[in-house]
């Protein structure tokens, strides 16, 4: 029971964490390491930088 | 076997249950109606279309195919381009679709009662929106994430990808003129709300400092400390209301509070994202998400009771706060939360990167706009469990009710909904605020709404706390489209200028930055300063404007999807796009039809240019009314070139459309289908399924 619950908590932090973009260093260097292992992998600084750059590029919020 | 009868029995018993608290809704007149009757309805309404209609649609029509790897797979680049979890997505999408409108819009439309916009939202929702957006996702996604324009100019040729890219510049600009004008409005001489709202900006750059130079990257600190302060601030503007001589500085009318908007919104446009806007728009999902999920379960838990009859005597024409019948004005009021144009640019371009399988796009694509129905739903019964006499004293502009409270209340006591000064005065003070009389906007009404749920849920003697809240709440993320819009619209048109001189199309020139934004700024923020200085409140003038717009941007969607299905030789499946097209058509032109011929100086835009020149020739006009005469004539005149141009742009892409589909039917040539190759997805095997 108990452990049941720490995997459901454990689980919905994951979620929380991934919605919101916090975990998204740890996915960026995940996906370095399978696609572009010859590259060095941008620190976590430069990486926010660039993704929030990114994010507003296009249309994201609606009425 | 058993398993079978077992979930077609609780179907029928759903059908029974959905139809049941529909009916009594409908049905019900004198008697005041349990909110938990809408909430059914709903869920019972949305779980049916959702079971049935939309794996009707997915299976049938648009042949979803699991197998089919997504461009998200194809062409997984890390950034934009990722496999992403479901419900991730969901989220994400949920969060760009909802904004202010789908709150808006029902709270303005309860004039007419609460029936015709509930049914509305409904039907609307389940048929035409939540229909737009899933086959704008799947088409989408079957294009690499293209975005509305690029398939419209793909699928139907350059007319119909120019009138997409017009469409979509003008109803941001609208959109965001509406929105400050609510906001404004809100603000007015409202030293509590001013203050609060003022201090969402540092709070947002203190948020985007932390997150980019203090723990760069750590999103939940940086939006947990926000929200802090957020709540912060709101008790904060309770004390700075008491203290008399700052009370002064964020005490203004609501002029200055509109140059106040327009010069933050210029700074939003050109200062750096991660100074305001990223860091302000973790925080609105944030609010957004949490007071979403609050107010229902404050609903459910309360279980408040409807006071609004479910149709008023305003579906003549008369409402106080706007003008028009109920056909067709309670389709063009209530957009988004029945169908909404602006959620194909993100179901197109924004989600269909993410999605990991096909087989997500009924439950992102349908299902959110499900959800943003909801939404709109429970902005409905926030607004009509106010006594519909409070509603109307709070929302009819001084301009149709009278300055003087005394006279406003006579003349809404008048049309059958007592109130009176003291029940006013006494809201007034239990909200802490000097008055609530004409705050046209339905943000007030809905933070009135909302307190008084919240109120009685979690303890009265909080309710001026709650209303501004509310108020911050909705600021916050009205505020957000704002930036959001402003540079969105500065991007667009910095494309169009690039194409006269390329250098203006750097989206880093400074120059360029500067001149763009300030074209679009200047556009909205005329128009918003066309509405604060509106004697009617102005939401009389834009918000039926917004709703053409969007409404036709809607259409314009559903143009290139309908297309698309006849080219893909379903033309017996075409309906399904092709029916909310034509009711959109209808209403939108009967719409524009009214607002340019009405005499109803309230309706008609060039009856009321007529009206006010005949009596400043007269001179009948009071000489601070003779000054801005002039002003307020050809702002009407404005208005009604903006109506025919929208009119026209959206007659040109239906016929557009309808030229292609018969050249097809009758094997001439057409721009071809641009869907991209099938390949077989390797994802599967790897991908946990939850």
Known sequence: MATGLKTWLRGCWRFVRELSGDDGYERYLAHHAACHIDSVALTRREYFRRREGEKWEGVRRCC | ?690
């Open chain 2, 1 to 690: 076997m058993n398993n079978k009868t077992l979930a077609a029995l609780t179907w029928i018993a759903v059908a029974l249950l959905g139809a049941a608290a529909v009916g009594g809704i409908a049905l019900n007149r004198g008697e005041s109606i349990n909110a938990l009757w809408f909430i059914t309805a709903a869920l019972c309404v949305y779980a049916i279309a959702y079971r049935f209609y939309a794996a009707w649609i997915a299976s049938k029509v648009l042949l979803i195919d699991p197998t089919r790897a997504t461009p998200a797979e194809r062409l997984e680049n890390g950034r934009d381009y990722l496999p992403t979890n479901r419900w991730i997505v969901f989220g994400h999408h949920f969060a760009a679709i909802a904004g202010p409108g789908p709150l808006v819009g029902p709270t303005l439309a309860a004039q007419f009662g609460y029936l015709p916009g509930t049914l509305w939202i409904l039907v609307g929702a389940v048929l035409g929106g939540c229909v737009q957006d899933m086959v704008t996702l799947f088409f989408s996604t079957r294009r690499n994430g293209r975005s509305l324009g690029q398939m419209a100019r793909d699928e139907l040729g350059p007319i119909g990808g120019i009138a997409a890219l017009v469409a979509t510049l003008l109803i941001m600009i609208i959109l965001i003129a509406v929105l400050g004008l609510v906001v404004v409005n809100a603000m007015k001489n409202s030293p509590w709300a001013t203050s609060t709202v003022a201090a969402t900006i540092p709070i947002a750059m203190i948020v985007g400092l932390y997150m980019r130079n203090i723990r760069p990257g750590r999103v939940l600190e940086g939006s947990l400390l926000g929200i802090v302060l957020l709540l912060l601030a709101v008790a904060g503007g309770g004390w700075l209301d008491h203290q008399p001589v700052l009370r002064e500085w964020f005490n203004h009318p609501g002029l200055p509070l509109a140059w106040a908007v327009i010069v933050y919104g210029f700074a939003a446009a050109i200062l750096p994202v991660w100074m305001l806007l990223a860091p302000r728009d973790y925080l609105s999902t944030y609010m957004k998400l949490g007071t979403v999920i609050l107010l229902a379960l404050a609903i459910v838990w309360m279980q408040p009771t409807v006071k609004m009859p479910a149709l008023t005597q305003f579906i003549d024409g008369s409402g106080p706060i706007f003008g028009g019948k109920l056909f067709p004005f309670v389709f063009i009021t209530i957009a988004c939360g029945a169908i909404s144009g602006f959620h194909a640019l993100i179901a197109s371009g924004t989600t269909p990167k993410l999605l990991a399988n096909e087989r997500d796009i009924r439950m992102i694509g349908y299902g959110g706009m499900a959800l943003e129905s909801f939404v709109a739903i429970m902005a409905m019964i926030a607004a009509t469990v106010l006594d519909p006499g409070v509603f109307f004293a709070i929302n009819s502009p001084a301009g149709v009710v009278g300055k003087e409270a005394a006279d406003a209340v006579a003349k809404i006591t008048s049309w059958g909904f007592p109130v009176t000064v003291e029940q006013m005065s006494l809201l007034a003070q239990q909200m802490g605020e000097a008055t609530l009389f004409a705050r046209t906007g339905g943000a007030p009404s809905l933070a009135v709404g909302m307190a008084s749920i919240f109120g009685s849920a979690f303890g009265e003697g909080m309710l001026a706390m709650w209303y501004h809240f509310a108020i911050m709440f909705e600021a916050i993320f009205i505020l957000t489209t704002l930036d959001a819009g402003t540079r969105v619209g500065r991007f667009m048109l910095q494309d169009m200028l690039g194409n006269i001189w390329p250098r203006l199309g750097q989206t880093s020139w400074y120059p360029s930055v500067l001149l763009s934004s300030g074209i679009v700024v200047a556009a909205w923020g005329y128009f918003l300063y066309i509405g604060v200085i509106d004697p009617n409140g102005g939401v009389n003038i834009l918000w039926p404007l917004f709703g053409i717009s969007n409404q036709i941007l809607a259409a314009i969607a559903l143009c290139v999807a309908t297309g698309i299905l006849v080219k893909s030789g379903k033309l017996k499946y075409a309906w399904i796009t092709a029916l909310p097209l034509a009711w959109l058509t209808l209403i939108t032109s009967a719409a524009v039809w009214e607002k340019l011929t009405s005499d109803d100086v309230r309706i008609g835009f060039f009856a009321a240019a007529n009206d006010l020149a005949a009596k400043l020739a007269a001179g009948s006009l009071p000489p601070e009314k003779a000054a801005v005469a002039p002003t307020l004539i050809f702002n009407q005149q404005l208005d009604a070139l903006l109506a025919i141009f929208f009119a026209c742009m959206l007659w040109l892409i239906v016929l557009d459309m309808l030229r292609i589909c018969a050249r097809h039917l009758a094997n001439k040539p057409v721009p071809p289908l641009s869907e991209a190759p099938h390949q077989v997805t390797k994802l599967e095997e790897a991908w946990q399924r939850d």
